[in-house]
């Protein structure tokens, strides 16, 4: 009988498993590995494979929803329009234009910024 101190046994083997330390990606690695693969998914399509300029703008589409995901993100952790627009290199009141709709469901504070 096993004493209940005992961890039970697990089916890794220990000494064939590395103790790796997880690497953590920065944000700005993510963009750069994301922008290389959009690159060389353009290539491939821009070479000949013309049925998938279809899945890329399919793609575009999720993308411009995530950045409206992210942009109602922002917001709710208290980003202002303002903020968000100097980012992306647009006014305020664009981007406040642009994803104002994912940040609220009534029109009554659409107008503050």
Known sequence: MTPPTCKPRSGVNQSLTL????????N??????????????SRRVASGD???????????????????EAVTGLRSAGYSWAD??????ITRQAAQQRWGSHHTTTGSDRDCA
Not at 19 to 26: A, D, S, V
Not at 84 to 89: K, N, S
Request: hydrophobic share 45%; aromatic share 8%; net charge positive.
């Open 19 to 26: 103790k790796r330390r997880r690497r953590i990606t920065e």
């Open 28 to 41: 700005d690695e993510y963009a750069a590995f994301l922008r290389r693969v959009i690159r060389a998914y």
């Open 84 to 89: 968000i627009g100097l980012r992306l290199g």
């Open 50 to 68: 013309i049925d998938a300029i279809t899945d890329m703008a399919h793609l575009a589409a999720d993308f411009d929803t995530a950045i409206g």
